[in-house]
């Protein structure tokens, strides 16, 4: 049986309450100072669309735990499935010996994912499963360099820090950095300095430039692509970016390689984005939303890539851990009973209509982007200066307010919304009228920028 808070927002101390500042005191003099939290309330309980804290406080979650919690948090076929399994056993090691579930998640994402005759393996995050991803592709193609994206964000070890594109506070300190690592420009609609119309064109012209001048296309094993950025500030890329950058991969013996770490799994209306963009990779990452909160990871790809890496090149002590996969199971269990891939569309057209709303209000809003549960409005002014200190207020005063909201973006000036699927409407309605107020009551204070639209 799982335990689901009851379903409402209240905030009845300062956030955060005494106890939770209690805590933060102890967790001040036994962790180092780089672990920091977007909303410092110690949780006591979450499920639905709930986070309860420890001084009682409910807020509406729009965050999922960084879109992990997508079926809900402690999702009933998750929790049964896992904890069944944590009375079996914990742990054998699949590279010492098999289990059945290991198996059935790998069955699974090879015929969900946009690949034809997939092969898949486990791993435990999602900066595990780009790294392999990128040991496949050099194995099959014997090439090293590797392309990605401005904005991209690939995980923190020493070759997903090296992929990430924003330096504080990911890379600052952290050098030398991996090398064989290139970066061409994202198809960024909002930013592209001659407009969105010609974002496409000019962003595939200047990868095809990099890729064939600049390394030489024979040097290339992989350009490596989230199909929404996730950190980046979720920029969907100008139609048409995806399968040209596909067409260009495809022609060269490049391997592409979709970072659906945040994107996959249900959270954009589709089991994976790139199905928004009918492209097909040629190897495909998950984990965030794929263990429903326990720590599972995939490389799911081409049987011929995947099998270029020789019995013992892949794997790791955890990977794979029958209790994650015990989970996954339950999350696939779970968008499947539930159609949890027609609720994130109505999610998002909820939110996004809202959204254009609050746009049409405050000038500040200067785009609204996003598909299915995955949406984000990008807060600017004057014109498209991005506007980062506005966009930390306002996330404040939501915290304040019940709603748990998260930043993203290369210049954090992008407010993203990630609500776990099993959100109730009510919720979800009463997140966006508190969000509105915040974007509202920031606005004015800040005094400018609420008479004219941006251009
Ligand atoms: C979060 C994320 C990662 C890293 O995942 P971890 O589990 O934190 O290592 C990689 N790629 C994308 C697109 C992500 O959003």
């Known amino acids: 049986m799982t335990v689901t808070p009851e379903q409402f927002r209240r905030v009845h101390t300062d956030v955060p309450g005494p106890r939770s500042r209690a805590l933060l005191d102890r967790a001040g003099a036994a962790l180092p100072a780089g672990l920091g939290s977007v909303l410092p309330v110690f949780v006591e309980a979450a499920g639905g669309g709930v986070v309860v804290d420890a001084d009682g406080n409910s807020f509406i979650d729009l965050g999922s735990g960084i879109a992990v919690t997508t079926v809900g948090n402690a999702a009933p076929a998750v929790a049964e499935r896992a904890a069944a399994q944590l009375r079996r056993f914990t742990h054998t090691c699949y590279l010492v010996n098999p289990y059945e579930s290991y198996v059935e998640v790998c069955e699974r994402l090879n015929a969900l994912a946009p690949v034809r005759d997939a092969r898949t393996a486990l791993f435990n995050t999602g900066a595990e499963a780009v790294e392999n991803a990128v040991k496949v592709a050099r194995a099959a193609t014997g090439r090293p360099a590797v392309v990605a994206f401005d904005h991209a964000y690939h995980g923190r070890t020493l070759l997903t820090m090296s992929l990430t594109a924003k330096n504080t506070p990911y890379k600052q300190g952290f050098g030398p950095f991996a090398t064989e690592v290139y970066r061409a420009p994202m198809a960024y609609p909002y930013r592209w300095p001659s407009g969105a119309d010609r974002c496409a064109e000019e962003a595939t012209a200047a990868l095809t430039e990099l ?33 040209s950058v596909a067409r260009l991969c495809r022609e060269r013996g490049i391997v592409l390689i979709a970072d659906e770490v945040q994107s996959g799994i249900a959270r954009t209306g589709a089991w994976f984005a790139c199905e928004h ?31 270029a890496v020789p019995a013992g090149g892949l794997g790791g002590t955890f990977s794979g851990n029958p209790v994650a996969c015990a989970a996954a199971l339950g999350v696939f269990e779970e968008i499947e009973t539930h159609d949890l891939l027609a609720r994130a569309r109505a999610i998002g057209d909820t939110m996004l209509t809202a959204l254009r709303a609050i746009a049409e209000e405050h000038a500040v809003v200067g785009d609204v982007r996003g598909r299915g549960a995955m949406v984000a409005i990008e807060l600017v002014g004057p014109g498209t200066t991005p506007a980062p200190e506005l966009t930390a207020r306002i996330a404040r005063r939501c915290h304040r307010d019940g709603v748990l909201v998260l930043t993203a973006g ?23 009228t508190v969000l509105r107020a915040a974007v509202a009551a920031e606005t004015g204070r800040s005094g400018a920028f609420t008479a004219q639209r941006v251009p």
């Open 277 to 307: 963009e009918g492209i097909e990779p040629d190897l495909v990452t998950t984990a965030k939303g794929l263990g429903g909160g326990l720590p599972i990871a995939a490389v799911t790809g081409r049987a011929e890539l995947m099998d």
């Open 211 to 243: 890729v064939d001048r600049r390394i030489g296309a024979g040097n290339v094993a992989a350009v490596v692509v989230e199909p929404i950025q996730g950190e980046g500030g979720f920029v969907v890329p100008a139609p048409g970016f995806l399968p």
């Open 410 to 432: 290369t210049y954090g000036n992008v407010l993203r919304f990630l609500p776990p699927l099993s959100i109730p409407d009510a919720l979800l309605a009463e997140a966006l």
